[in-house]
């Protein structure tokens, strides 16, 4: 299988988990706005933890070590709709 498509459905996967464990977990006692928060941190301590770097798996970019992880995170911590969009705009088609 190829190693893009692998790499974004383990980011999506994880997207949708990390979103729907902390609005199962967090949804109920905290406001809205707070949530988005907690989603990132999630979805940066998955992609740290997992090592799982977006640039260097399907851009072939090298960045400099923990700015892989980090913006990986983001990504998932977005969700996976968001996830879909940033694919879908930027990164190029085979």
């Keep these: 299988m190829d190693t893009g498509l692998t790499a974004i459905g383990i980011l999506v996967l994880l ?29 940066v301590a998955l992609a740290w933890s997992l090592q799982l770097d977006l640039l260097r798996e399907l851009a072939q970019v ?21 996830l879909h969009q940033f694919v879908s705009q930027y990164l190029p088609k085979k």
């Excluded at 960045?63 to 913006?71: C, E, K, Q, S």
């Design 15 to 43: 997207a949708t988990l990390s979103e729907g464990l902390v609005e199962y977990i967090f949804g109920d006692w905290l406001h809205k706005s707070y949530l988005k928060y907690i989603t990132l941190v999630v979805g």
């Design 62 to 82: 090298q960045a400099p070590y923990p700015v892989g992880y980090i913006l990986t995170g983001l990504i998932m911590g977005r969700g996976s709709q968001y």
